[in-house]
């Protein structure tokens, strides 16, 4: 039972373009969302999160959207650059009672970003 | 301000063994997650440690155990290993056991090998 999805494995885009990660759920009591980058050989960090509340999150270069009708989120880097290459995770989480601040995760998506 | 650190950073063992991973927390924090990321798929929330006892459990059998001490390190028992179990194994800190804003601070993990 795979709550969150992401269905692009990977990524591809050149260097000062748009780079837009989608990811899709199905639990309607997700709450919140995130985004975690992962480099080789470290942990997932953090990158951009956004409550049920919001349709938009904006950070810098990082822009996340939410449509809750649709279940589906996507995280949008403009322009992008070679460091963002990296493994992007979604995830989410229900802010419910006895949540425990479990976080969901999908499968992930490789972005390339080429000079 | 010290990190997650996690320890060892690579194992292999073989079916039947028993493994201990170890974690110690973020500064400051009193909660450790620990998740499994199997190749290819997104971390999946094993447990969840606050104030030394298991706030919160996934979908993981009863051979995996887990502590957490005093300081707020923790530690994750695996007995009886199985072939399945080889994986990337997170250790995650937190300022609360809510998630807060979910934001998780992950270590770089302990690969395990099962043979």
């Known amino acids: 039972d795979q709550q969150v999805k992401q269905n692009s494995p990977s990524l591809s885009v050149q260097e000062g373009r748009i780079s837009i990660l989608n990811c899709d759920y199905t639990?309607?009591?997700?709450?919140?969302f995130l985004w975690y980058k992962k480099y080789p050989a470290e942990g997932p960090t953090f990158l951009i999160s956004?409550?049920?509340?919001?349709d938009k999150n904006e950070d810098g270069r990082f822009t996340v959207f939410l449509n809750k009708s649709a279940k589906h989120l996507s995280l949008h880097i403009v322009p992008s650059q070679p460091g963002d290459s990296a493994v992007y995770f979604c995830?989410?989480?229900?802010?419910?009672?006895?949540?425990?601040?479990?976080?969901?995760f999908g499968q992930g998506t490789t972005l390339q970003v080429k000079p | 301000e010290t990190g997650v650190t996690q320890s060892p950073t690579h194992l292999i063992k073989t079916r039947g063994q028993q493994v201990t991973l170890r974690c110690s927390s973020q500064?400051?924090?009193?909660?450790v997650s620990w998740y499994q990321q199997a190749l290819g798929q997104g971390p999946q929330f094993i447990f969840q440690y606050y104030r030394e006892e298991e706030n919160g459990r996934g979908n993981f059998p009863p051979r995996f155990s887990g502590l957490q001490f005093p300081n707020y390190s923790s530690e994750l028992n695996v007995n009886a290993l199985e072939l399945d179990d080889s994986a990337l194994y997170l250790c995650?800190?937190?300022?609360?056991?809510?998630?807060?804003?979910?934001?998780?601070?992950f270590g770089e993990g302990s690969r395990l090998t099962v043979l």
């Open positions: 500064s400051g924090h009193n909660t």
């Open positions: 639990n309607s009591m997700f709450d919140y």
């Open positions: 956004i409550s049920s509340i919001k």
């Open positions: 995830a989410a989480t229900s802010h419910g009672s006895g949540n425990t601040g479990k976080l969901i």
């Open positions: 995650a800190s937190s300022l609360d056991p809510g998630g807060g804003g979910g934001e998780l601070f």
